[in-house]
């Protein structure tokens, strides 16, 4: 049986042109989206995509199936607007996802504003931002906090409606004893021996920022450890063991490290508040709302 999320990968790697690029686009590794592309092709009995040396494009065949794929993830996500909106027409309990730095500070005190507004239980489900995106379009969160590279945004799309709370530039996290954190500022021509502490998700932001500024002064960084645990990057960075990359309000002030600037310009991350386009329940937009009030962002 087809899967919608085999037809995902099929338009990802049509646009894209690459099954590397596909599987940043849609957060999985680039086995995953093999794995479906010959899961698809074996279901036909047919060749859908060719691989050469310029990269992945599909067969006459593949484009032709594609078209149709396009519709029929369309028809699919109507189906399921149309349910949650019926499902949730009575709102009583509203789930909303966001990623550790961020839900300590901003969600609390908007929760509990919320809750002395309206008669609603709200579950808060941590997670990565791109597994928020994902639990979102699948209808278990709401709607949700999210980061992103703010010059090269990952989730901009007709399905989703984004709301930017705050704009926070990337530096880097060193040691306080260490000597990098001696200097005013860090230049990534001098970093290329410097371990970096990374997230599980190599499509993440602050991922994409580091391969990005350090491929620019010709070389490629060196990762000690893939995670997510902020426990475990603040721990590798204090004992100077490792680098990482992140903004002000992300820091554990409990450990001692330190940030730095750098000569090369990082960018900036950028929090947002997602929730699904079109119709969504009152209560989401009061949230929403409220968060736009909290950080004195404008709409």
């Not at 990762?223 to 645990?229: Q, S």
């Not at 997602?274 to 969504?280: E, F, N």
């Amino acid at each position: 049986m087809i899967q919608p999320q085999q037809l995902r990968v099929l338009l990802a790697v049509r646009d894209s042109g690459s099954l590397s690029r596909a599987a940043e686009t849609l957060g999985y590794g680039v086995p995953t989206i093999s794995h479906h592309l010959g899961a698809l092709e074996r279901h036909f009995g047919v060749k859908l995509v060719e691989r050469d040396r310029r990269g992945t494009r599909l067969t006459p065949l593949g484009t032709a199936f594609a078209t149709e794929a396009e519709q029929i993830l369309e028809r699919i996500e109507q189906a399921e607007r149309l349910v949650t909106a019926h499902r949730d027409a009575g709102l009583a309990t509203l789930r909303v996802g966001t990623f550790a730095s961020i839900g300590s500070r901003l969600l609390p005190a908007a929760i509990r504003e919320l809750r002395g507004r309206a008669r609603v239980q709200v579950e808060v489900v941590e997670a990565e931002p791109i597994e928020i995106v994902r639990l979102l379009r699948g209808g278990e969160v709401h709607a949700g906090l999210i980061y992103d590279f703010a010059d090269d945004p990952a989730f901009v799309s007709p399905d989703l409606e984004l709301t930017v709370l705050l704009d926070e530039p990337y530096q880097v996290l060193v040691a306080r004893h260490s000597a990098l954190a001696r200097l005013p500022e860090l230049d990534f021509s001098e970093l290329a021996d410097v371990d970096w502490v990374s997230s599980r998700d190599e499509g993440e932001a602050s991922d994409r920022v580091l391969r990005r500024v350090c491929r620019s002064v010709g070389f490629d960084p060196r990762v000690l450890m893939r995670t997510d645990d902020l426990n475990m990057i603040h721990g590798l960075v204090a004992e100077g063991l490792g680098a990482t990359l992140t903004t002000a309000v992300a820091v554990d002030t409990r450990f001692p490290v330190e940030l730095r600037a750098t000569v090369q310009e990082l960018g900036m991350r950028r929090t947002s508040f997602v929730r699904r386009s079109g119709t969504v329940p009152a209560v989401v937009k009061e949230l929403q709302q409220i968060l736009i009030r909290h950080t004195g962002s404008a709409e």
